[in-house]
């Protein structure tokens, strides 16, 4: 998902609100939707006070392809937080998912070994979800952690 926001980024001129607002709220983009606050702050980006669903919506109306991507996401989020393996593996196998080539990397590495990480996503263990999750972020930068 960083590499997807930094995409976008680079698509607006960096002096444009749009650019600041990504980069200053990305960590929006990558929490889990049910978990975000709905206490109101002032935020100097939007001049008013807003919460984080609120910014979050208006991130995500900048771009078409950033609302796919925060869409599958916290699909794919949903799933491995449910202990779901085969909906979770079925979506990053679908090629009708339209992964882009920033999340292929990953997601490849993922279907290549796959028969460790599915028992850990059906398990009651605290530390699966970093455990995936982390083998994601690492891969993608070229560091397999096993």
Avoid: C
């Avoid at 702050?41 to 995500?60: G, Q, S």
Wanted: no cysteine; glycine share 2%.
């Amino acid at each position: 998902m960083s590499r997807v926001h930094v995409q976008i980024m680079n698509q607006f001129h960096r002096k444009s609100h749009e650019y600041k607002a990504i980069k200053r709220y990305w960590k929006l983009i990558q929490q889990d939707s049910r978990k975000l606050s709905d206490k109101r702050f002032y935020r100097p980006t939007f001049r008013m006070h807003l919460t984080n669903k609120e910014i979050l919506n208006k991130l995500l109306s900048y771009s078409e392809d950033l609302k796919h991507h925060y869409q599958l996401y916290q699909l794919l989020l949903f799933h491995f937080q449910n202990k779901e393996p085969e909906k979770f593996f079925g979506l990053i196998e679908d090629p009708s998912s339209k992964i882009k080539k920033s999340l292929s990397t990953p997601f490849n590495y993922t279907i290549l070994t796959p028969n460790w990480k599915r028992p850990i996503i059906s398990s009651n263990l605290s530390s699966a979800m970093p455990l995936v999750f982390g083998t994601l972020k690492t891969s993608k930068n070229g560091f397999l952690s096993l």
